[in-house]
């Protein structure tokens, strides 16, 4: 399978630079698989294509403040850092630039944080002082992969309590515009701290319209993947299977393992917002799978229990879903895992025409654009 094979044109215009407001007022694209026949909607919209008795699954994950800002503390070279996985209580894993000069043994101080997000010419001008106030420094410890930019940090103390104060959203490198609100890169049910990146199939909910599905007989539930490495990694490789997929930690507790299974056995369709819920939803169903393989599976055993870990799981067409009937998505980068994951759901063909029709009808792309509806 080649890479190439899902690459598509799009305007720097259609990336969208700031979020709707309100959150639902997106348009949302409704594709229905079975057909191929599209629908152009706004996300509001949405409870006209839910059912009583489906189930939301959604991704609580909540965006830490981890791009940080700061200069080499011997000879005040600015440097940038993306926290990426946390070790241990100071020890963190983290994309760094300029990757060349961050050997071993530098030391990096981060001492306050910018009003606004920082430009490529402020990375590459701007020193800022060391001043009372919130300080860090951290020690590069070692280069986790050689070549892919990601250092192992060991800071003085523990990072995360001065993370409002020196760090920013991490917002990707496609938004230029400065972020007027930290909590609109966030979603409204994000609870469990971690990501790197947010979920942004969820961004588009607002607590009105949850409240109506509820209303609706819509259930919702929430599972935690956290957004690490990957989604800030293209596939480089032509041939689609050569491409590595690191680890993200998830999570399926007790209540949304019932939630799915009573969904499934009232003949409710889980619909997962965001790719990353398709990654837990799929990577559980798969762990608990090979677990009970050589076992005569009982209606109990067949039911989905809760589960914890690393998932490498990488989709793309010719994988077989098990656990997810329906998508609530964004528009993907080219040539991007994300989009092979969607291919696979609604085949290369549907998705690429949806796509070349989206950009032909000006709609927003990438994280603040708008959404998908996959049924």
Do not use: C
Not at 108 to 117: E, M, V
Not at 163 to 181: F, K, R, S, T, V
Not at 283 to 301: M, P
Request: hydrophobic residues 40%; without cysteine.
């Amino acid at each position: 399978m080649k890479i190439s094979d899902y690459d598509y044109n799009l305007p720097e215009a259609l990336i969208a630079q700031t979020p709707a407001e309100p959150r639902d007022s997106s348009r949302l694209l409704v594709l229905h698989r079975d057909t191929g026949a599209l629908e152009h909607r706004h996300f509001r919209d949405l409870g006209d294509y839910l059912h009583p008795g489906d189930l939301l699954v959604a991704n609580n994950s909540k965006v830490l403040p981890v791009r940080l800002y700061g200069k080499k503390a011997d000879s005040g070279g600015a440097v940038e850092v993306l926290l990426l996985k946390k070790r241990d209580s100071v020890t963190w894993e983290a994309l760094v630039r300029p990757g060349r000069s961050l050997n071993p043994g530098v030391r990096l101080l981060f001492a306050g944080s910018p009003a606004r997000q920082p430009s490529d010419s402020d990375f590459r001008h701007r020193v800022r002082p060391p001043h009372e106030g919130a300080h860090a420094y951290a020690e590069v410890v070692s280069r986790v992969e050689d070549g892919s930019g990601v250092r192992l940090l060991r800071f003085d103390r523990e990072i995360e309590p001065l993370l409002d104060e020196l760090g920013m959203m991490p917002l990707p490198p496609y938004i230029h515009a400065p972020l007027q609100d930290r909590q609109r890169y966030q979603t409204v049910y994000a609870r469990e701290p971690g990501s790197a990146a947010a979920p942004t199939a969820g961004l588009h909910f607002t607590p009105g319209l949850l409240g109506a599905l509820q209303e609706q007989g819509v259930g919702f539930t929430s599972v935690t993947l956290h957004v690490g490495l990957d989604t800030f990694r293209p596939v480089t490789e032509e041939n689609v299977e050569e491409h590595p997929m690191h680890s993200e930690w998830y999570e399926i507790n007790e209540e949304a393992a019932a939630a799915i299974n009573q969904a499934r056995a009232r003949a409710g369709r889980v619909v997962a917002v965001g790719t990353t819920s398709v990654r837990v939803l799929e990577s559980a169903a798969l762990a608990q799978a090979a677990a009970t393989a050589s076992i005569d599976s009982s209606t109990a055993e067949r039911e989905l229990q809760a589960a914890s870990g690393s998932t490498r799981l990488f989709i793309y067409p010719g994988f077989q879903y098990r656990l997810t009937d329906a998508i609530i998505t964004n528009f993907h980068l080219p040539r991007s895992t994300l989009l092979l994951m969607i291919a696979a759901f609604v085949g290369r063909e549907r998705i690429m025409a949806a796509y070349e029709e989206a950009v032909r009808l000006g709609y927003q792309f990438y994280s603040f654009g708008d959404a998908m509806l996959l049924l």
